[in-house]
C-alpha cells in the first residue's frame, strides 16, 4: 500500500496569513493526489484533483502542485471560513490512501 | 448538480448486518466508477470499496474483505454496500463518491454495538 505522510498535524494562522501543508508520498504516484476539506460534522469535499486542479467553484486562494512523491497545498490568505481539516489522498492504487489529516485553527 | 445519497445506516448488534444504498442524481451514473469510504468517530478517512462503472470489477479494503459486498444497478441509478458479521471496529460514518475525484454524498451512520 502506498502510504501518505501529511505534515503538519496541525497548525494555527491568522487571517491573510499563507498556509501550506504537504504531503509525502511512499512511493511515485504521478499528479494523482487530491486534497480535501472537512469541516465538523461535513462531508469531506475535494478541493484540488489531481496535484493542480481546482474544483468549479473552489475559492482561488486555494492551490496545489507537486509531481512524483512530494506534494503541497497552499491558502494564499487565509479566510475564517476556511477552519478546518485538510487531507491529502492519492488515487494512483488501490487501496486509497489518505494522509493523517491537519487540523487548521483559525487566531 | 451531482447529488449522492446515502442511506440504510442504523445500531446493529456485533455479527448483524446491515445493507447501505447510495442514491445518484444529476449524472450519468452507468459511466461512473465509485467508490465507498468511511470516518470512524474522531478518526481519519478510510477507503473501503470501489466497483467500476459497468460493476464487472470490484475491490475491497482488507479490513471489510469476505464481509462486506459493493454492487450497483445502473437502471435504477444505486450503489449498495451490504455488510455482514459487522464489528465494533466498522463504526462509522459511510460515503458514496464519485470516481476517484468526484463528489461525496452527506453520509450514512453506522453504529455496530458489541
Known amino acids: 500500500d502506498i502510504q501518505m505522510t501529511q505534515s503538519p498535524p496541525s497548525l494555527s494562522a491568522s487571517v491573510g496569513d499563507r498556509v501550506t501543508i504537504t504531503c509525502q508520498a511512499s512511493q511515485g504516484i504521478s499528479n494523482l493526489v487530491n486534497w480535501y476539506q472537512q469541516k465538523p460534522g461535513r462531508a469531506p469535499q475535494v478541493l484540488i484533483y489531481t496535484a493542480s486542479n481546482l474544483r468549479t467553484g473552489v475559492p482561488s486562494r486555494f492551490s496545489g502542485g507537486g509531481s512524483g512523491t512530494d506534494f503541497t497545498f497552499t491558502i494564499s490568505s487565509l479566510q475564517p471560513e476556511d477552519a478546518a481539516t485538510y487531507y491529502c489522498q492519492q488515487h494512483e492504487n488501490l487501496p486509497y490512501t489518505f494522509g493523517q489529516g491537519t487540523k487548521l485553527e483559525i487566531k | 448538480e451531482v447529488q449522492l445519497v446515502e442511506s440504510g445506516g442504523g445500531l446493529v448488534q456485533s455479527g448483524g448486518s446491515l445493507r447501505l444504498s447510495c442514491a445518484a442524481s444529476g449524472f450519468t451514473f452507468s459511466r461512473f466508477n465509485m467508490n465507498w469510504f468511511r470516518q470512524a468517530p474522531g478518526k481519519g478517512l478510510e477507503w473501503v470499496s470501489y466497483?467500476?462503472?459497468?460493476?464487472?470489477?470490484?475491490a475491497y479494503a482488507d479490513s471489510v474483505k469476505g464481509r462486506f459486498t459493493a454492487s450497483r444497478d445502473n437502471g435504477k441509478n444505486s450503489l449498495y454496500l451490504q455488510m455482514d458479521s459487522l464489528r465494533a471496529e466498522d463504526t462509522a460514518v459511510y460515503y458514496c463518491?464519485?470516481?476517484?475525484?468526484?463528489?461525496w454524498g452527506q453520509g450514512t451512520r453506522v453504529t455496530v454495538s458489541s
Open positions: 466497483i467500476i462503472s459497468s460493476g464487472t470489477y470490484i
Open positions: 463518491a464519485r470516481g476517484a475525484t468526484g463528489s
